[in-house]
């Protein structure tokens, strides 16, 4: 049984209101679910707190059909429905379904778009920050190191983890919904510090140092380790947030990896001891030549025909600099006749982009920046798209399979290059 | 419920309580892990992951005996997407503990467990006659369908 403290028996018996109870009681059943011993205090909590398509306000239209009926039913999974307050923790909305403003292109309803108003304006309403993206980290929300969160999005969890020491669990939407109204979340896994050693070793004995590479190894990671915590060491340099945001979204897909150490490079992973809590454990696995080459095949094993329709850049989330890089390569050329590129960014960054001048550039060459979404979160790609490409190994394992869709992984160059020509000509060199 | 079934079972598994109550159907099971959002349509409850053995099969209304769960944080709004949809599993079995898995058996509210003395997923084949007693911490197993 989960231990409660006085206060947290107070919330769950109802001291703070019904929401706060509801919260704490599907808190307390997931705790036990975890065999979890207690609680630690949260206040950083990234989500998509109430946000549901019109559909399930539809389901739940006898308890009023609204955002507060979601939040109570679905979020909080609530038998009845409570009236929900503004959230106690600091609270971040995740990235959402569509572009405010770019949504017809994507081809959303009036009535898609109406719902995306109305529960934004509740998110707002709620004292949730409207960060719309899967990039909190670079939208206003940076842990520290040790601080307790609880995020949602693989990518992000494994950044916090990993790459800042911050400490969430993968978490989903009702437990997040749940911790932004009781600052609470269970004390398990990623919150303690044996949970967060080495339990496999990977030697890379190819050079990785340009994001495709980091990309094509955090791909790899993630089919080898699975769920479990990956030490690397070897021959990985240039380390940058972006290929730190590439590598473990590819990791976290293609497995579950929601930590990896790297050894002289990642905050907990000082030594090789120090990411293992001792000697090596586990597998020690090698990443040459060979692996290398695989997970390239792998990653277009989807891809036959190589005349593209689409290309989708921005999975995680285009920071600045990838941006500045994406425009750079795109200025003074024409994305081609037959061919669309649609730039996906959080709403922070596009404002970036925006006062310096990149999003003309994009604008000029026939590309779209949007924000909020992705292809794979909206299910939305231009009309008619067969063949589409990223330079996103996460983006590759997910769109083509929920589109039924073919697709390319290469660079940020050959997409770009795909973009322009309509001919994907990418390989590995 | 009260069990429907005569013959003693041919494997008895015991384990710990995810969530409790008790519960008889028939297993489908799968040595590989589970992705939620992108890899289920929550719709169908059925699963969708290119390369994954099950993909094109539907978990609603069957036990569903796996290793664990995989992939984006949506797994536990896809899983319970999938019951507001009529088509989630009525229990679960998972060998290994994530917070994705616990907390999609929390919102869905069916009978599963975890932490077994022997692995479900090395014993239990598609087609099994499974009863749960989650709170007795205790799965029964009928080969090749009910007995």
Redesign the interface.
Known sequence: MVSLTDTEKAMRDGAEGAAVAKAMD?LI??AE???APDFVYCNNIAG?PGSSPQW?KD?YKEDGGDYRAVFSR?DL?SDEVVDVPRMNGFSCHLQGGMDPELWREQGMTEEAFANFRSDEAEVAAHGIQVMKTCTPYLAGNVPVMGEHCA????SA?VFCNSVIGGRT???????TSAAMLAKRIPN??FHTDAFRKGQHAIKVEVPVDSIFEWGMLGYYTGAAV??AIPVLSGDISDAALIKHKHFGAAA??S??VEMYHMVGITPEAPTREVAFGGSDKGETLTYGAKERAEVYERLNA?GSSRDVDYIMLGCPHYSIDQIADAARMLEGRKVHANTELWIFTSRAVKATAMASGYDRILAAAGAKLMTDTCS?ISQAVPPGTKVAAFDSAKQT??L???MGIEGWFGTTQDCIDAACTGRWNGGLN | MATTTTRKPDIVIRG?K??GGVVEGEALATKQ?ISGW??VNPMKGEV???RHELRGVSFAGKILVFP??????????VF??SK?AGASPIGMLFT?????A??????L?IP?MT?FDIDPVEHIETGDWLRIDADAGEVQVWKGGKP
């Open positions: 599907l059943r997931y679910a975890l065999d998509v399930v389901y679905f999974d995020w949602m999005e693989s969890v669990n993968c978490e989903g939407r009702e437990s398990w896994g699975e769920d976290a897909s497995g579950g989807i794979a394992h997910y083509p399979a929920i | 710990r995810v969530v892990t992108g890899g969708i992951e290119s664990g769960a995989k992939g984006s944080s949506g797994w536990s709004a319970h997407t507001l290994i503990t994530t917070t994705k616990a907390l999609g058996a929390v919102v509210r599963s932490d």
